[in-house]
């Protein structure tokens, strides 16, 4: 069960870079949230490394998670086999590659970057960062970019094997949360959605009925976290010591001791580890069948190629050829070649000879002068370096 994780990752690359679709729902976790709600300070947290770039995110981010006791690196799908340790570098790249696909402006592209980070201090997670939801359109935007970000993020969240990750703000309350608003409308009964309530150490009154699921009930829960926000980012707060200030936030507020061991985000990530190996399990069937489905077409595609490939095939191509390449030059010596008249590149070598044939007939004498252009036409063609050519080719065949 512990390779579960990075087994469906693996299929995904895989179909990725083959350039084919997997026409089959694998269990991933969709984070989604407003601009301002946490979402990346969330993901940061996570992976315990600063490494998003502080742009909005206009592209999918497959965020592909495993614990391992090598030095912590990041590897691109589009860059294979090549481990990158320095994360601002990755910063740098996931910048990079969102003007690729998304472009200069402020356009939003539903085809992902895919990042796999390897990290002792992670558990095994598949996560894919959405970009942010936005309510209203600024000039410097296109005319539809609201609903750009509403379908991109549908896009992901509507697969019935996605668990979906909302971040709404809790000095706000989850009444203004455009994240569960989005999660409902695919997600109606709450079943697969788990609701991150941030901001929880800024919130002048906390809401406990929010954080005990008693205000918009979920069956997954909701989990309250304290990230970085933008001026610990500026002062230089590290990841490490807002985890730390996490922790003691949480034991210094006595109304959060009824949630001893369910809060923060190390708590969070190892409830989404349990349940994305859950639901692992049981797409394993259907994943095996699709996979012998495609092996099986695989094969019969291989089966129907194989004779394009046999040592029979490829003489016959070479045959043909031989003769296609004989005949032109026949063609072409008698002069009937649609190229005998004028072109850019001047009359054919047969229409030349035969010219020539002509001017110099009357010239010839009588001895030759009852030979018709036919019988000359028919020496050219019979002349030795033909001949040689086509008797060779005859006995091959």
């Known amino acids: 069960m512990e390779d579960f994780v990075p087994f469906i990752s693996n299929i995904r690359e895989v179909f990725a870079r083959c350039g084919k679709e997997l026409e089959f729902d694998l269990p991933q976790i969709a984070l989604v949230g407003g601009k301002g709600t946490g979402k990346s300070s969330l993901l940061e947290s996570l992976v315990g490394k600063d490494f998003l770039p502080r742009i909005a995110t206009r592209t999918p981010l497959v965020l592909n998670l495993r614990k391992s006791d090598c030095r912590e690196h990041g590897i691109f799908l589009h860059r294979p086999g090549e481990k990158i340790h320095d994360f601002s ?18 356009n939003i592209s539903s085809i992902p970057i895919t990042l796999t980070i390897f990290s002792p201090e992670v558990a095994d997670l598949n996560l894919i960062d959405l970009p942010g939801i936005v309510r209203v359109r600024l000039d410097c935007q296109p005319h539809n970019f609201v609903e750009q970000t509403k379908s991109t993020i549908l896009e992901y969240i509507s697969k019935e094997e996605t668990i979906i990750l909302t971040a709404s703000d809790g000095s706000e309350g989850l009444a203004m949360s455009q994240a569960l608003e989005l999660a409902m409308m695919v997600d109606t009964t709450g079943a697969r959605t788990i609701g991150v309530i941030t901001k929880l150490d800024i919130a002048q009154d906390i809401a406990m009925a929010e954080l005990d699921n008693n205000v918009v009930p979920l ?50 990530s190892s409830v989404m580890d349990k349940l994305l190996k859950t639901k692992i399990i049981p797409s394993l069937t259907g994943l095996k069948a699709e996979l012998v489905r495609g092996a099986k077409e695989a094969t019969c595609r291989i089966e129907e190629l194989a004779p394009l490939c046999s040592a029979s095939h490829q003489r016959r191509k070479i045959y043909k050829l031989i003769d296609d390449i004989r005949n032109a030059i026949i063609v072409d010596l008698t002069g009937n070649s649609s190229t005998r008249f004028p072109t850019s590149t001047g009359y054919s070598s047969g229409f030349k000879i035969a010219k020539t044939v002509a001017y110099f007939k009357d010239k010839l004498g009588s001895e030759i002068s009852d030979i018709s252009e036919e019988t000359i036409g028919y020496v050219i063609v019979n002349s030795a370096g033909v001949n040689f050519l086509q008797y060779n080719l005859n006995s091959a065949l």
């Open 89 to 106: 570098r990755i910063r740098e790249e996931i910048a990079n590659q969102t003007v690729i696909r998304a472009g200069a402006g402020r």
């Open 219 to 268: 069956k997954l829960g909701h989990v309250g976290v304290v990230l970085r926000s933008e001026a610990d980012i500026e002062t230089g707060v590290t990841i490490e010591m807002t985890r730390e200030k996490e922790q003691l936030f949480f034991e210094e507020r006595r109304e959060f001791d009824h949630l001893a061991g369910k809060r923060g985000t190390r708590y969070l």
